[in-house]
């Protein structure tokens, strides 16, 4: 990705789709930008996990914008809910959620949440490859 920053933005429903949608975007975007498939791949799980978090406990639309410059990604979901997420202890009891941050902590380089009104941004970075 040697290429000046770029910036794509949409907005998706509250709806269970969402989160497909979310990956498609990504995976589509990312294509067109010539990312390898290993970022490319990381990127789309973990927007899957933050959308799903939105959707799931927002209630609301979601912004999604993907950001690349300087072999990294930025990726930030926004939300209208103020709550700030929080990272779960790591348990070994069966549950279907709650791994979604742990997720987007162990695979990205850098990951955190922005307040801002109405409601917050969770956003993760990754790098695209060696800029050497």
């Known amino acids: 990705m040697d290429t000046p920053e770029q910036r794509v933005e949409t907005t998706l429903p509250a709806a269970r789709t969402s989160a497909r949608d979310a990956r498609r975007f990504i995976d589509r975007t990312l294509r067109a930008w010539s990312v390898p498939s290993e970022p490319r791949d990381t990127a789309c799980l973990l927007t899957t996990e933050l959308v799903t978090n939105a959707v799931l406990h927002a209630g609301s639309p979601v912004g999604l914008a993907l950001k ?10 926004s939300d209208r809910s103020d709550t700030i997420p929080t990272l779960r ?44």
Do not use: C, M, N, Y
Not at 68 to 77: A, F, K, N, S, T
Not at 95 to 120: E, I, M
């Open 68 to 77: 690349g410059w300087d072999h990294r990604l930025r990726v930030e979901v």
């Open 89 to 132: 202890a790591a348990h070994t009891a069966v549950g279907t959620t709650g791994r979604g941050l742990t997720l987007v902590k162990g695979f990205s380089h850098k990951w955190g949440v922005t307040p801002h009104p109405p409601g917050k941004s969770v956003w993760f970075e990754l790098e695209v490859g060696d800029p050497s």
